[in-house]
């Protein structure tokens, strides 16, 4: 079992930041990546970013490319989200999740938080 929690949404202006957090605790065998996904209103839950635990592998969504950061602090058991030049349609609900591999593929992650809801305003 992983257990994961996020903090850090928010309202922003557009062309703000927010910098995400998740901490994670639970069997780390389970957990090789920890990722980023977010789900708008009326929308399917989408990829952002993941990272691996082990050597910092990252894999980023085109659509945050250049704009968001995903990083990991190992002694905090932390993965961070460094979201700048924030969108309106950044705007969804901001989940974590853990999986076995770095994939960008929703069905391969087994555990996930509760979410952190991020507003951007035009």
């Known amino acids: 079992q992983v257990q994961l929690v996020e903090s850090g949404g928010g309202l922003v202006q557009a062309g703000g930041s927010l910098r995400l957090s998740c901490v994670a605790s639970?069997?780390?065998?389970?957990?090789?990546?920890t990722g980023w996904f977010r789900q708008a209103p009326g929308k399917e839950r989408e990829f952002v970013a993941v990272?691996?635990?082990?050597?910092?592998?990252?894999i980023y969504a085109d659509s945050v490319k250049g704009r968001f950061t995903i990083s990991r602090d190992n002694a905090k058991n932390t993965v961070y989200l460094q979201m700048n030049s924030l969108k309106p349609e950044d705007t969804a609900l901001y989940y974590c999740?853990?999986?076995?591999?770095?994939?960008?593929?929703?069905?391969?992650?087994?555990?996930w938080g509760q979410g952190t809801q991020v507003t951007v305003s035009s």
């Open positions: 990272v691996t635990w082990s050597d910092g592998t990252t």
């Open positions: 639970g069997r780390a065998f389970s957990n090789a990546a």
């Open positions: 999740a853990s999986s076995w591999r770095a994939t960008i593929k929703r069905e391969q992650y087994a555990y």
